[in-house]
């Protein structure tokens, strides 16, 4: 067991979002088929499953274009566990093209202070748990992670900062 352990990366990151209330944040990451909106992604639609429900699956994909070829990078990603009171999610890609083996993820909304009555700010914090990935270090995934977490953040407050 505790090889296992070691075979597995585990990390979080976490951004905050000075003026939005978590409960104002919250209903945009639990929309779990409507990621496309905010990560850097150009599809996401559900392929199975109650929406809002855990079992829930949804496949992802972005398109990425050299001077020769299109490539299109895609998951299908399952909804494992869904808490509104918490705003805490967790899902599980199960099939992907892009050299995931193993990959559980959980995004939480927190209010800053642990107050969400206080006058605006909230965390986005992204936790997860993976084998490792081919051609990546765990530092390079994580730094992946921070970007989309940058965008994610950058692309919520243009929807709804005045």
């Keep these: 067991m505790e090889e296992e352990r070691k075979q597995k990366w585990e990390s979080k990151a ?3 979002i000075a003026v939005l209330k978590a409960a104002q944040v919250w209903p945009i990451l ?5 990621f496309h909106k905010w990560f850097p992604i150009d599809t996401c639609y559900q392929v199975d499953g109650a929406s809002g429900q855990p ?3 949804r496949y992802t994909a972005a398109t990425t274009t050299s001077s020769s070829e299109t490539i299109i990078k895609w998951a299908k990603e399952k909804l494992l566990m869904i808490d509104p009171i918490q705003r ?3 899902y599980q890609v199960l099939d992907n093209n ?5 990959y559980v993820g959980t995004f939480k909304v927190l209010p800053i202070n642990g107050n969400d009555d206080h006058k605006g700010g909230c965390k986005i914090e992204w936790s997860f748990v993976c084998a490792p990935m081919d051609g990546w270090k765990l530092e390079d995934f994580l730094a ?12 919520i407050d243009d929807a ?3």
Aim: aromatic share 12%.
């Design 144 to 155: 992946y992670v921070e970007y989309c977490l940058q965008f994610m953040a950058k692309k």
């Design 14 to 16: 976490s951004i905050e």
């Design 55 to 57: 079992g829930l699956i």
């Design 98 to 102: 892009i050299g995931i083996k193993s």
């Design 30 to 34: 639990e929309d779990f088929c409507n």
């Design 160 to 162: 709804l900062l005045p």
């Design 88 to 90: 805490c999610l967790s």
